[in-house]
């Protein structure tokens, strides 16, 4: 095949599969598909005051209690779409159980709706870890740092335990406002994240192109070639003879002429290739007969 004509077959493939892979991979930048968990530990959510003269009694449940705390844990959905009916089991892990007590709990919903969360089971402490498990009515995504669940617990302790969130059918990653689709720095992450993806576009279409669809393309197209050859060394022949260019010269003479003319042609462009040049044209060295006139004898 004509060189020219096999360079614009590559590189029309390359465009066609640099643009698939572009927009392949633009959509999965916008197909976030984590819940983000957001924490909030506050070990002194009450406290009980200290009047001297006074008797204040600080209780849950019937038992006195001098500190309580609050933990939060929220999940919020910047995701492209809504979750509905969607279970989830928390597993809250104290880094010594001795010093994190669940004194009391509850879970809540979008908008402070208690009724778009259920409670599967009654919280279970194996241990080592409290379990909690629920099942949401609707998540609904969000630009802003809305929660679309979650669980408060009161408690009694001083350092914040460990947080482990599975959420059927999507995954779940620490709290980052940037993840928030509304963020001023999400422009500046996609201008960089489209710099990075042209530069791994380029480099793919370039080892697509060169090292592989181009070797393979010479091979397939082998027959081709040696027929577009084998016609432009015949049009030599026919020009030589009919013009009486080489009156000396019998009819395979002058084919043989013909065909060492334009293979040392052609090896002087293949020897100027570097390897990778030689690569993409299927390792494929000139042949002196590719050029040679089947000359007819009379």
């Known amino acids: 095949m004509n060189d020219i004509w096999k360079n614009i077959l590559v590189a029309a493939l390359s465009a066609i599969i640099s643009f698939a892979g572009s927009y392949y991979l633009y959509s999965k930048q916008l197909e976030i598909s984590k819940l983000d968990l957001h924490k909030s530990f506050e070990g002194s959510y009450f406290s009980k005051p200290k009047f001297p003269s006074d008797n204040i009694v600080l209780t849950v449940n019937g038992e006195e209690r001098n500190k309580l705390g609050?933990?939060?844990?929220?999940?919020?959905?910047?995701?492209?779409?809504?979750?509905?009916?969607?279970?989830?089991?928390?597993?809250?892990?104290?880094?010594?159980?001795?010093?994190?007590?669940?004194?009391?709990?509850?879970?809540?919903?979008?908008?402070?709706?208690?009724?778009?969360?259920?409670?599967?089971?009654?919280?279970?402490?194996?241990?080592?870890?409290?379990?909690?498990?629920?099942?949401?009515?609707?998540?609904?995504?969000?630009?802003?740092?809305?929660?679309?669940?979650?669980?408060?617990?009161?408690?009694?302790?001083?350092?914040?335990?460990?947080?482990?969130?599975?959420?059927?059918?999507?995954?779940?990653?620490?709290?980052?406002?940037?993840?928030?689709?509304?963020?001023?720095?999400?422009?500046?992450?996609?201008?960089?994240?489209?710099?990075?993806?042209?530069?791994?576009?380029?480099?793919?279409?370039?080892?697509?192109?060169?090292?592989i669809l181009g070797p393979v393309i010479s091979v397939l197209t082998r027959k081709i070639d040696i027929k577009s050859r084998k016609k432009y060394a015949g049009e030599l022949f026919d020009s030589i003879k009919n013009n009486g260019l080489q009156p000396n010269k019998t009819d395979e003479e002058i084919a043989n002429f013909v065909a060492d003319m334009l293979y040392q042609r052609q090896c002087a462009w293949w020897d100027k290739k570097t390897p990778i040049g030689k690569w993409s044209l299927g390792l494929i060295a000139p042949v002196r007969s590719d050029h040679l006139v089947e000359v007819c004898h009379s």
């Open 70 to 211: 609050l933990f939060q844990i929220s999940l919020v959905n910047y995701t492209v779409k809504d979750y509905v009916d969607i279970p989830i089991n928390i597993r809250v892990t104290p880094k010594n159980k001795s010093d994190f007590k669940v004194l009391a709990y509850s879970a809540v919903g979008q908008n402070e709706v208690y009724d778009l969360v259920e409670e599967l089971k009654g919280m279970e402490f194996d241990g080592g870890s409290y379990n909690f498990s629920y099942k949401v009515s609707t998540i609904n995504r969000t630009d802003e740092s809305d929660y679309g669940m979650q669980l408060r617990i009161l408690f009694e302790g001083a350092e914040e335990p460990e947080v482990n969130v599975v959420a059927k059918g999507v995954g779940v990653r620490d709290f980052d406002i940037g993840n928030s689709p509304n963020q001023k720095d999400i422009s500046i992450k996609a201008v960089f994240l489209g710099m990075a993806i042209v530069l791994v576009i380029a480099l793919f279409s370039f080892v697509l192109s060169v090292l």
